[in-house]
Nanobody, 124 residues
Framework: QVQLIESGGGLVQAGGSLRLSCAAS???????MGWFRQGPGKEREFVAR????????NYADSVKGRFTISTDNAKNTVNLQMNSLNPEDTAVYYC??????????????????WGQGTQVTVSS
């Protein structure tokens, strides 16, 4: 089992930055970690993914160049640095884990464990 706990959400003005963190714990090791988000009235969508080793990353086109996903292997934590935020980034952000290595990263069904979500609100 894998437990994921997110932190770092909040309210920020357009153009601002936020950093989300996700701490992973449990008896099962994971191969990759990702972030998804679900805005009001929208479906859950992929944001970014990183493999623990060797650290390959994938991003949704909507966040490329603005968001950066990274890991702190010593702390078993994955971070999402979000810059140049705009109101369209308002959503509940979910951390997710993949246990079995896979090339699939954009589909929520390919993830085995989920955090409880953290709210990010960007005001205009």
């Amino acid at each position: 089992q894998v437990q994921l706990i997110e932190s770092g959400g909040g309210l920020v003005q357009a153009g601002g930055s936020l950093r989300l963190s996700c701490a992973a714990s449990g008896r099962t090791s994971t191969s990759a970690m990702g972030w998804f988000r679900q805005g009001p009235g929208k479906e859950r969508e992929f944001v970014a993914r990183i493999r623990w080793s060797p650290g390959y990353t994938n991003y949704a086109d909507s966040v490329k160049g603005r968001f950066t996903i990274s890991t702190d292997n010593a702390k078993n934590t994955v971070n999402l640095q979000m810059n140049s935020l705009n109101p369209e980034d308002t959503a509940v952000y979910y951390c997710a884990a993949q246990i079995t290595p896979t090339r699939t990263y954009g589909s929520a069904s390919s993830y085995d464990a989920w955090g409880q979500g953290t709210q990010v609100t960007v005001s205009s």
